[in-house]
């Protein structure tokens, strides 16, 4: 097994074939050596190098404006699992959904409830998320704000924020799961999937 060769698939999974993904590994592998001392459990130390990648992989969309994680990236991408092809298909599907909340949050600036007031026309489960966790997912998601930046704007405690964010994806995560007649594969990569619409 390569760590190299690993990394550089894993991150053109997260920022597509590039000549960037060689500088984004070539980081990765430099933080990972120059941190190694910090890490206290050292059988974790790939999973660790994995997470710094991805850290470091979606700092660069945000720096770069490509497109940010869209609401079905939430769904199915768990950290140090591969994104499969099936998931750019699931997410075309509901990408009408996706620009609108993007438009009407970011352009239009409308509010969070008449975000998901819209979003549960054709969702109506996401009635069930608190207001205050969808308005964290929403900061974070779609304006790219960090979690203590949003900790800050909201005056709340950074640990409220990150656990409004993870039970909103949750939520978000449940829906889709409720909906969808999804076929996984022995890694637990989607390979077929079927929504309700």
Not at 12 to 24: A, T, Y
Not at 173 to 179: G, H, N, P, Q, T
Request: one cysteine or more; proline letters at 4%.
């Amino acid at each position: 097994m390569n760590l190299r060769e690993d990394l550089i698939k894993y991150v053109k999974k997260i920022i597509g074939d590039i000549p960037d993904v060689e500088d984004i590994v070539q980081d990765t592998l430099l933080i990972s050596i120059e941190k190694r001392k910090d890490l206290i459990e050292e059988s974790k130390y790939q999973q660790w190098v994995f997470r710094i990648a991805r850290n470091i992989s979606i700092d660069f969309l945000k720096k770069n404006q490509k497109k940010l994680p869209q609401i079905t990236d939430l769904v199915f991408i768990e950290e140090g699992k591969e994104k499969p092809n099936s998931f750019l298909a699931l997410a075309e599907d509901n990408k009408h959904i996706y620009d609108k909340v993007k438009e009407d949050f970011l352009e239009k600036n409308k509010s969070p409830l008449e975000i998901k007031s819209y979003f549960s026309e054709n969702y109506p489960e996401v009635l069930s998320i608190s207001d205050n966790y969808f308005e964290a997912l929403l900061l974070a998601e779609f304006k790219g704000i960090s979690q203590q930046d949003i900790a800050d704007q909201l005056q709340l405690p950074l640990p409220t924020i990150k656990s409004r964010i993870q039970r909103a994806r949750q939520k978000i995560k449940d829906i889709f799961l409720k909906r969808c007649q999804i076929e996984l594969d022995a890694r637990g990569g989607i390979v077929n999937y079927n929504c309700e619409k």
